[in-house]
């Protein structure tokens, strides 16, 4: 008899962090498991939820405002160090936009400076201007370019961490259009929007396997699913950059 696979993926602070469909990324994960007979579990983390990460395969920690980002800061900052452990243990994070902002060591607005996370080697610095439009990234964790919206202020300096991937049209991590997002260890963070995953089908499953593989610390093969819908879906958003 087949071993039954689960997941379970926290969305942290969805009250707070779900700019521009984010929520649209658990339902595409849990699909994608659904269809492969994988079971999926969703826990929606409010503000004042006590988190055990222990419980968690997959974490998501979405877009939100200037003025939402420093709530859940001052917030996450009583549990930096489960969170780290987690990040470091090879916890799978998607930490899209604001989300992906808190993951460095600070965000400096103006005179004002948010303390991040310190889960990843990078910092924010807001800039004049909002970086807005259509992206591709080419990444080499994938095949398939990875296209979504991009809505920010703030450029991220993501010093010696590896990026998602290097900027093929919009703007990516600062107007200097050169790369977009990080990769560390098992965190993907990254400006793209829409949401990201329903039209990223090959980055859904890079992290829908990376969860399985950690959890069941095995090698894990996904089943094929018929994807036609999803890549036309990307290729069209490629044309609109």
């Known amino acids: 008899m087949s071993e039954k696979m689960e997941l379970t993926i926290g969305h942290l602070y969805p009250d707070l962090l779900n700019l521009y469909g984010d929520r649209g990324n658990i339902r595409c994960m849990v699909k994608r498991l659904n269809w492969r007979g994988i079971?999926?579990?969703v826990k929606e983390i409010k503000i004042n939820d006590k988190i055990d990460?222990?419980?968690?395969?997959?974490v998501l920690l979405g877009g939100g405002s200037d003025r939402e980002q420093k709530l859940v800061c001052e917030k996450l900052s009583e549990i930096q160090k489960d969170f780290k452990e987690y990040v470091e243990n090879d916890g799978v994070v998607i930490a899209i936009c604001g989300g992906y902002q808190l993951l460095g060591s600070y965000y400096q607005m103006g005179?004002?400076?948010i303390e991040g996370l310190h889960l990843v080697d990078l910092y924010t610095i807001q800039g004049e201007g909002r970086l807005i439009g259509n992206i591709t990234i080419q990444s080499d964790i994938i095949e398939m370019p990875i296209t979504g919206f991009e809505n920010?202020?703030?450029?991220t300096y993501i010093n010696?961490?590896?990026p998602l991937g290097k900027v093929v049209t919009g703007y990516g991590n600062t107007d200097e259009k050169g790369y977009e997002g990080i990769v560390y260890k098992n965190v993907i963070g990254?400006?793209?929007h829409g949401p990201l995953l329903p039209k990223n089908p090959?980055?859904?499953?890079?992290?829908l396997?990376?969860?399985l593989e950690k959890k069941y610390d095995r090698e894990v093969v996904l089943k094929e699913l018929d994807d036609r819908h999803e890549i036309r879906a990307n290729q069209y958003a490629q044309t609109r950059g």
């Open 152 to 155: 920010h202020g703030g450029r």
């Open 160 to 162: 010696d961490t590896k």
């Open 111 to 113: 005179d004002e400076k």
């Open 190 to 192: 990254t400006y793209l």
């Open 209 to 211: 396997k990376k969860a």
């Open 53 to 58: 990460f222990s419980e968690l395969d997959i």
């Open 39 to 41: 079971g999926a579990t």
């Open 202 to 207: 090959q980055l859904t499953d890079y992290i």
